[in-house]
C-alpha cells in the first residue's frame, strides 16, 4: 500500500546530519582548490628560473593555466552537485513529505545482480497483485526482505530521489524463487515488465510470471 506522511524525527535528523556534510565537504574543496592554485603558482614561479627561451615561457603558462582550470573545473562540478543536493533537501523540508509503501507478504521472487544494476523484486502482495521494485538501494540484508516492511522516499524538485529508506518491521524471509543471468535480462527488457522504479503494481500470481510478462 502507497500513502503519503510527514517526515519523521529520525528521517529528520538523517537529513540535517547530511546537510553537515556538504558543509564539510564544501569547507574542504574550497581549501584543496586553493591550494591546487597555490602549489601550481609555487612550482611554476619555481620552474620559470630554469627557463631559457621565450617558447619554453609560454609552455611553461600554458601548464599552469591549464591545472589552475582543471583544479577550477573539478571544484564547480562538486560544488553544483552538492548546491543541487542542498536544494532538494530544502524543498524536502518545505513539502515535508514522505512516500511510504507498505510491503506484507510472505512470497517473492527474487532477480539476482548481474553485473552492478542491483537486485529487483518481485512480491506477493495480495491474493492477486504484486509489487515491482529494485535496484543498487535494495541489496539483501540480515533483515531484508521480511514479511513485513517499509519503503520510504523522499523526492527533491525534479524528482530525483533524496532520500530512501527500508524500514523492517517483520521476520526475515527467502525468495520462493531466484532468476538471474540471461533469464533475468528477457524478463526486464520486456516492454511489459513493471517499472521497479516507481514501484510499479501489477495483477497476477508470481507462478505464473513469465506469462504475464511476455503476455502469452
Known amino acids: 500500500m502507497q500513502t503519503e506522511r510527514p517526515l519523521s524525527e529520525r528521517e529528520i535528523k538523517t537529513l540535517r546530519r547530511h546537510l553537515k556534510q556538504l558543509d564539510k ?8 582548490l586553493f591550494i591546487w592554485i597555490l602549489l601550481a603558482i609555487l612550482v611554476g614561479t619555481f620552474a620559470y628560473f ?37 536544494k532538494d533537501i530544502d524543498f524536502v523540508f518545505a513539502t515535508n513529505k514522505v512516500m511510504s509503501i507498505q510491503v506484507i507478504g510472505n512470497e517473492y521472487i527474487e532477480l539476482s545482480e ?34 513485513n516492511f517499509e519503503i520510504a522516499v523522499c523526492h527533491g524538485a525534479t524528482n530525483d530521489v533524496v532520500f530512501l529508506k527500508i524500514y523492517n518491521y517483520g521476520k526475515k524471509i527467502q525468495p520462493i524463487r531466484k532468476i538471474s543471468g540471461q533469464a533475468k535480462w528477457d524478463l526486464i527488457g520486456s516492454t511489459n515488465y513493471p ?16 506469462a504475464i510478462i511476455h503476455g502469452s
Not at 523484486?121 to 540480515?142: E, H, R
Not at 517499472?195 to 513469465?210: R, V, Y
Open 25 to 32: 565537504q564544501k569547507s574542504f574543496q574550497v581549501k584543496f
Open 50 to 86: 630554469f627557463l631559457n627561451t621565450t617558447t619554453e615561457l609560454y609552455l611553461l603558462i600554458g601548464t599552469v593555466v591549464v591545472y589552475i582550470l582543471m583544479g577550477t573545473w573539478s571544484f564547480l562540478e562538486t560544488y553544483l552537485k552538492h548546491r543541487k543536493e542542498r
Open 114 to 147: 548481474v553485473e552492478d544494476e542491483g537486485v529487483n523484486y518481485l512480491f506477493q502482495i495480495s491474493d492477486n497483485k504484486i509489487l515491482s521494485f529494485g535496484g543498487q538501494d535494495f541489496y539483501p540484508t540480515k533483515s531484508f526482505p521480511s514479511d
Open 195 to 210: 517499472d521497479p522504479n516507481s514501484f510499479t503494481i501489477i495483477e497476477g500470481q508470481l507462478e505464473n510470471i513469465e
